[in-house]
């Protein structure tokens, strides 16, 4: 029923072995299910509009104004970092208070009821916390759905230029921040720190704007950053804070926001970003060192997940952090943490492909009740294994001399506080309750540092149980991460690994805290396939420049080996929620394609000069978000010119915005006669006496007319019709520029319009700041009260319109079309020939992988 479609030659299938694990775990490609992307995605308007408003305000513009925007964004970004800061110590304060009142009424009713035997009320207890704060966590996620998962998906695709509804609106962070806070507590593996970076973005993009749709009533005169384009830079900045919070590494913050989303990145929005990482990073240091250690000011956690200082013991001389021979362990463990993402993904994909047809197509309720029955099963499973599976280890008697010279204060007290003595005598531990029975950055931290031993089958159990649980997990209608579950599933295969080549081969150099950093490291670029960013994410973590080469290799490895069988997490859930996202570049084979192959011919347009009905039904009947602006090519263009005002305003502006050689030259010619040279006087006043007569000099029309023949009398007042003849439809049109559906919806509500009897001059203007007033959420057509306008009455867009914006040739190759329309943030890209007609029209959907694969086999069933 389904085929493998990730094998890349026929050389493979020269390994049998590979080939069946490829069909496993690869993407397997059912016609029936298979997931193409939506159009009923928005693209992000990234491209400047240059029409006649906002000229006005270039005109207007001065170095001292300049430098005072400048000064305000630089304000607004170190805003946005405090505030992702707060919004970080908000989270971490509450999940802190809460997961301490539930093990601390959990812990001392198990020490009670070892002895008396009732140890299922000591459950009881423990369902009863999990149970009601993931409830509250799933009833969140009811008010705003998008507000479920980690939230990198969609703050991918904003920055990758796709708009996804609600994603950064004011209720989401609030759902999400209180949301991700039940669901931690909960006991569900999830981590915080994936939300982190969705709420850092959601305050980037609200905070300049001064205004809220879910607080209609708060509302400031802030004119600026009212466009796509400065919002999008500050969602930059507000996700790489958000990573800078939650791992205390405002450089992998700002390397993250570049390597994930950013298609377009301007190089002055690199020391803005990085600004804003540095601000969340110590605003979250300054509060949280404060209150927990009294401290002010004395920054000692940098992040919501620190992972100590790693050094070995002064009494072992033996011990290294590592060495060279232990790189052919880390790319061993690379290749391992690889395939273990890779299963890991394709589990998550089919748990998301069922819940998309049996879970999300029912009642709201269903969901809430999955959470539960997730939340349910996670606490018995854990509760079970930390009283049957644990084993009592000894404890180390140097256990402290690793940790006493720990950077951070009180990391050393952290690590042996946590330890749990569940069932086990004095001077003993229960390793699998030490790791159930803690905190996520607990365990993470007993995994790192913790000198005494884990056995090895209660870490195989619990990287089993918690790989299986976390990846059922992911998914649920809760705001939840996978950053922290991937760490500490991977850490505790790297510390399996440790003890393995200690027991078995005699291996008493090695460190176990930086082989459970590698297994952290290797499972979790198996799982997210992210390089560089995650690379200096770790590095700052650690505070230890040594390990950059061992994770940059380790994180390589699992990449490619990820890669030969499925995509990263985030990409397979963008995939499965239909979003056209644009990668980095094209495949090579699809040079083969030009922009005449993928383009879309058939045209909805408008003229210059157009009335009312003809725009109202255009809006109407079309769901289009730009309209190319032509004018016809016609033989006998004086005759409609006598005949009607309208036409005739249309042929003007066709004829004056036609640029000619000859017309250019003595546009030039008069701005040189101000020269002292007698000759150029002489050689321009030569070639003006010499120019011939106006209606002659329309070389372009000459030529249109010898190539085509006079095309049917359609006026601009007539809307598209479906009775239209294929000369009629596809007929040479002129192209002048382009205009958005929120453009031409505001010139409606603002009654920007002109009757026959005028001239185009007696058109109300709209100023820059009046066209971008409603931004982001402009006004709807099909809200429009028609028994306002007069239908007979006429626009005339061209002041308003874009007459300058990217076009490309049909000639022209499909990579070429890709960096363009990729690299420059575009919407919409005009295919326009030699002779300027407007040929098509490509936009975000004609470049996805999908609609080229499929172009391209029409292509060679053509051949």
């Keep these: ?62 170095n001292k104004k300049a430098q005072r925007y400048e000064a305000v964004k630089w304000v607004m970004v170190f805003a946005i970092g405090v ?44 369902l009863g916390f999990n149970l009601t704060f993931v ?46 806070l039940f669901s931690v507590a909960g006991g569900l593996f999830v981590g915080k720190e994936g939300p982190m970076i969705h709420s850092g973005a959601v305050v980037g993009a609200g905070l300049p704007q001064f205004q809220s749709i879910s607080l209609r009533k708060i509302q400031f005169n802030f004119p600026h950053f009212r466009s796509d384009r400065d919002k999008r830079d500050f969602v930059s900045a507000g996700a790489a804070a958000g990573v800078a919070a939650a791992f205390g590494a405002p450089i992998g913050g700002t390397l993250f926001s570049l390597e994930e989303g950013s298609s377009f990145w301007n190089q002055g929005l690199t020391w803005k970003v990085l600004f804003c990482s540095m601000a969340a990073t110590f605003t979250l240091n300054f509060f949280r060192s404060g209150i927990q250690f009294g401290s002010w000011g004395s920054f000692q956690l940098p992040g919501l997940l620190n992972f100590g200082e790693f050094k070995c013991s002064e009494s072992d001389k033996k011990c290294h952090l590592w060495t060279a021979v232990d790189l052919g362990f880390f790319i061993l463990m690379g290749i391992v943490g690889g395939l273990l993402g890779a299963t890991f993904n394709c589990l998550n994909k089919r748990l998301a492909k069922y819940r998309m047809r049996n879970v999300h197509p029912k009642p709201k309720l269903v969901r809430v009740l999955e959470s539960l029955l997730v939340s349910l099963t996670t606490t018995v499973v854990v509760f079970v294994a930390s009283m049957v599976l644990g084993e009592c280890r000894q404890m180390s008697s140097n256990s402290h001399s690793g940790n006493d010279t720990l950077g951070l204060q009180g990391m050393s007290e952290d690590v042996n506080s946590s330890v749990k003595t569940f069932f086990c005598p004095n001077e003993t531990y229960n390793d699998m309750a030490t790791l159930f029975f803690n905190p996520q950055e607990s365990a993470i931290l007993q995994l790192f540092h913790q000198d005494g031993t884990f056995s090895p089958v209660t870490l195989s159990l619990f990287f089993l149980l918690y790989f299986l649980l976390s990846c059922w997990t992911y998914g649920i209608s809760v705001p939840s991460g996978l950053f922290v579950p991937s760490l500490l599933c ?65 994180l390589m490895v699992a990449k490619w080996t990820g890669d030969f069988f499925n995509k990263g997490i985030y990409d397979i859930h963008v995939n499965l929620r239909g979003v056209p996202l644009l990668e980095w570049e094209t495949e090579v084979e699809m040079d083969k394609l030009r922009a005449s192959d993928i383009m879309e011919p058939n045209l909805t347009y408008v003229y210059p000069h ?56 003595r546009k030039r010619s008069q701005s040189m006669k101000s020269y002292p040279s007698s000759e150029l006087r002489n050689m321009c006043d030569e070639h003006v006496a010499t120019e011939e007569p106006p209606e002659k000099e329309d070389l372009l029309q000459q030529m249109l007319e010898r190539r085509y023949t006079p095309y049917p009398n359609l006026y601009p007042d007539q809307s598209p019709s479906e009775e239209w003849t294929m000369e009629e439809r596809f007929r040479p049109l002129t192209f002048h520029g382009l205009i958005l559906r929120s453009q031409l919806v505001t010139l409606l509500v ?20 009046e066209m971008s007033e409603d931004y982001p959420r402009y006004p709807d057509i099909h809200d429009l009260d028609l028994t306002l306008l007069n239908p007979r009455m006429i626009v005339d867009v061209t002041p308003y319109m874009n007459p300058s914006p990217f ?43 999908e609609f080229l694969q499929a172009r391209l086999r029409q292509h060679y069933q053509t051949i």
Excluded: W
Aim: hydrophobic letters at 40%; charged letters at 20%; glycine letters at 8%.
């Design 750 to 769: 603002r009654g920007v319009c002109y009757s026959e009897s005028q001239s185009s001059a007696s058109q109300p203007r709209l100023s820059h700041a």
């Design 610 to 665: 157009t009335r009312i009905q003809s725009l109202v039904s255009i809006l109407r009947t079309t769901v289009h978000h730009a309209f190319p602006v032509v004018t016809e090519n016609r033989g006998n263009e004086r005759e409609f010119m006598k005949g009607n005002q309208l036409i005739s305003n249309n042929i003007k502006f066709k004829k004056s915005s036609i640029l000619t050689r000859a017309g250019e030259q």
């Design 135 to 180: 409830f509250l966590a799933s009833l969140l996620v009811l008010i705003q759905p998008v507000a479920a998962g980690s939230g990198i998906p969609e703050i991918k695709c904003y920055l990758n230029g796709v708009k996804v509804p609600g994603v950064v609106r004011l209720r989401t962070v609030v759902c999400k921040a209180v949301g991700v």
């Design 807 to 849: 076009a490309v040739s049909p000639n022209t190759h499909v990579s070429q079309v890709f960096n363009l329309f990729r690299t420059m943030g575009l919407r919409h890209l005009p295919v326009v020939n030699a002779v300027g007609e407007i040929v098509g029209i490509i936009t975000r959907h004609n470049l996805t992988h």
């Design 490 to 554: 991977g850490a505790a295969f790297g510390r399996l690994v440790a003890n393995l080549l200690k027991s078995y081969i005699g291996l008493d150099h090695i460190y176990s805290g930086t082989f459970a950093l590698i297994g952290a490291a290797a499972f979790l670029g198996g799982v997210v396939r992210m390089t560089i960013s995650l690379t200096v994410i770790l590095i700052e973590s650690t505070n230890e420049i040594t390990y950059g080469l061992p994770i940059m290799i380790t």
């Design 1 to 62: 029923m389904s085929t493998c479609t990730c094998i890349h030659s026929p050389d493979d299938f020269t390994f049998p072995h590979l080939f069946v694990l490829q069909t496993i775990l690869g993407e397997t490609h059912e016609e029936e299910d298979e997931i193409l992307p939506r159009k009923d995605y928005e693209s992000l308007d990234y491209d400047r509009c240059i029409n006649d408003p906002y000229l006005e305000v270039l005109e207007s513009m001065d």
């Design 83 to 126: 505030c992702t800061g707060l919004v970080g110590l908000f989270v971490d304060f509450f999940v802190r208070l809460f997961t301490q009142l539930k093990f601390r009424v959990v812990q001392s009713s198990v020490e009670e009821c070892t002895e008396k035997g009732c140890l299922a009320l000591s459950l009881l207890e423990l």
